[in-house]
């Protein structure tokens, strides 16, 4: 008490300018350190190398290709923004994303999924092709609603698009593996191979050198698609792939004048179901404070999605290039920095109830993964605040 009292004595010695500037002067300390700290604690993803930016597929002759480079929508589009700044065309900041060359892409990723990735691709390859194959003709029923017999529209960017009749249709998928460590690869190309027919060449897989995480494992396959809708979807199988059809439908119902649209696949209407109610005590808790703190620190359009980490999301392809080249985030957490991503940009985004089942298997870690998902979100929030994280 003796001490605390001399120190107040001799505070109130000291000139209200001076304590001002002492108070002023530690607070500028302290949100600079804050600051500091929050640069180095923000992850920064590796740039991808040469052999991640090549994929090996099933061959003519039943074989597996030698590495192909990976076609890059966003090596393009990053070149084309660089060279619009340099000249001084700001009015080019967005230069839209080369056309689409499928109907529809899927980008799975996956990390020692051996065991449960044949079962995901048989359910989709099945859908893709009955829906979207070359010889199916395009429906309403099929997801797309709008026709698109036109011949010629205006593209994102101000250019006229070529679209042929066959863009409606065509689909392909990117399997990503994550540094996986067991057989996925192989896996995946002898699912490829079994396939048989033409089918077999549109199963691209990728290998990552390192595992990322499972949010840089999907923006890799999302940098090359080349479709026209971009989906991805977990390698477990728990969301009901034949529900892709009512994503496209919403996509394209709530696009905006560009065609940027987004669709998220929801499993909130399960809440109080068996699926649900069975888990533990523990996990239901750790899912409600989740998403108390997630509502708390994103914005309003993203808080109000009642599900955000449903495995199973829809991009169209002009709202690629807002999103996939501005992702920092690797882990778990990444898909509400696409969320927040898109309301930034200003991009539309629906909510699709979808079919969903409890899978075995999963490598989630219910308490510490629960901790790190909040704790990436506090950070991820953050930095794109203060702006250590930009769109620029």
Same mark, same amino acid.
């Given at each position: 008490?003796?001490?605390? %009292?001399?120190?107040?004595?001799?505070?109130?010695?000291?000139?209200?300018?001076?304590?001002?500037?002492?108070?002023?002067?530690?607070?500028?300390?302290?949100?600079?350190?804050?600051?500091?700290?929050?640069?180095?604690?923000?992850?920064?993803?590796?740039?991808?190398?040469?052999?991640?930016?090549?994929?090996?597929?099933?061959?003519?002759?039943?074989?597996?290709?030698?590495?192909?480079?990976?076609?890059?929508?966003?090596?393009?589009?990053?070149?084309?923004?660089?060279?619009?700044?340099?000249?001084?065309?700001?009015?080019?900041?967005?230069?839209?994303?080369?056309?689409?060359?499928?109907?529809?892409?899927?980008?799975?990723?996956?990390?020692?999924?051996?065991?449960?990735?044949?079962?995901?691709?048989?359910?989709?390859?099945?859908?893709?092709?009955?829906?979207?194959?070359?010889?199916?003709?395009?429906?309403?029923?099929?997801?797309?609603?709008?026709?698109?017999?036109?011949? @010629?529209?205006? /593209?994102?960017?101000?250019?006229?698009?070529?679209?042929?009749?066959?863009?409606?249709?065509?689909?392909?998928?990117? #399997?990503?593996?994550?540094?996986?460590?067991?057989?996925?690869?192989?896996?995946? &190309?002898?699912?490829?191979?079994?396939?048989?027919?033409?089918?077999?060449?549109?199963?691209?897989?990728?290998?990552?050198?390192?595992?990322?995480?499972?949010?840089?494992?999907?923006?890799?396959?999302?940098?090359?698609?080349?479709?026209?809708?971009?989906?991805?979807?977990?390698?477990? /199988?728990?969301?009901?792939?034949?529900?892709?059809?009512?994503?496209?439908?919403?996509?394209?119902?709530?696009?905006?004048?560009?065609?940027?649209?987004?669709?998220? /696949?929801?499993?909130?209407?399960?809440?109080?179901?068996?699926?649900?109610?069975?888990?533990?005590?523990?996990?239901?808790?750790?899912?409600?404070?989740? @998403?108390?703190?997630?509502?708390?620190?994103?914005?309003?359009?993203?808080?109000? #999605?009642?599900?955000?980490?449903?495995?199973?999301?829809?991009?169209?392809?002009?709202?690629?290039?807002?999103?996939?080249?501005?992702?920092?985030?690797?882990?778990?957490?990444?898909?509400?920095?696409?969320?927040?991503?898109?309301?930034?940009?200003?991009?539309?985004?629906?909510?699709?109830?979808? /079919?969903?089942?409890?899978?075995?298997?999963?490598? &989630?870690?219910?308490?510490?993964?629960?901790?790190?998902?909040?704790?990436?979100?506090?950070?991820? %929030?953050?930095?794109?605040?203060?702006?250590?994280?930009?769109?620029?």
């Amino acid at each position: 008490m003796e001490c605390f %009292r001399q120190t107040v004595t001799a505070s109130q010695s000291i000139p209200l300018p001076l304590l001002l500037l002492i108070f002023g002067s530690t607070l500028i300390g302290i949100c600079v350190l804050s600051f500091l700290i929050l640069f180095v604690v923000a992850p920064i993803p590796r740039p991808p190398t040469k052999a991640e930016k090549s994929f090996r597929c099933i061959g003519p002759d039943g074989k597996v290709s030698l590495a192909q480079q990976l076609p890059c929508w966003q090596d393009k589009y990053v070149a084309a923004k660089s060279a619009a700044q340099q000249k001084g065309d700001f009015s080019r900041n967005e230069p839209g994303i080369e056309p689409e060359e499928v109907f529809m892409s899927l980008v799975v990723p996956a990390y020692n999924e051996e065991d449960r990735l044949g079962m995901m691709l048989t359910e989709a390859v099945e859908y893709l092709e009955q829906e979207y194959g070359l010889s199916r003709p395009r429906t309403p029923e099929n997801g797309s609603i709008k026709a698109r017999m036109n011949g @010629h529209s205006g /593209g994102s960017n101000g250019h006229a698009v070529h679209r042929s009749t066959k863009l409606n249709q065509g689909w392909e998928v990117l #399997i990503v593996s994550d540094g996986s460590t067991d057989k996925t690869i192989e896996t995946a &190309l002898n699912f490829a191979r079994d396939l048989g027919t033409k089918s077999s060449a549109l199963i691209r897989v990728v290998s990552l050198q390192e595992n990322r995480g499972k949010g840089g494992a999907v923006t890799h396959g999302l940098r090359h698609v080349r479709g026209k809708h971009a989906v991805f979807a977990d390698a477990d /199988g728990a969301s009901r792939f034949t529900d892709l059809g009512k994503l496209v439908k919403a996509c394209e119902q709530v696009a905006d004048g560009k065609g940027r649209g987004v669709a998220v /696949g929801s499993r909130a209407h399960l809440v109080g179901s068996d699926e649900v109610v069975k888990r533990s005590f523990l996990r239901n808790f750790l899912m409600h404070s989740f @998403h108390l703190f997630l509502r708390l620190l994103t914005p309003p359009a993203t808080a109000a #999605i009642r599900d955000t980490q449903c495995g199973f999301k829809l991009f169209s392809r002009p709202a690629l290039p807002y999103i996939v080249p501005y992702m920092k985030c690797e882990g778990w957490i990444f898909d509400v920095e696409m969320l927040m991503l898109a309301e930034s940009a200003g991009i539309p985004v629906a909510e699709v109830p979808v /079919g969903w089942k409890e899978v075995k298997g999963s490598k &989630l870690n219910v308490l510490w993964d629960s901790l790190g998902m909040a704790w990436s979100l506090a950070v991820l %929030r953050a930095a794109w605040t203060f702006g250590v994280y930009r769109r620029s």
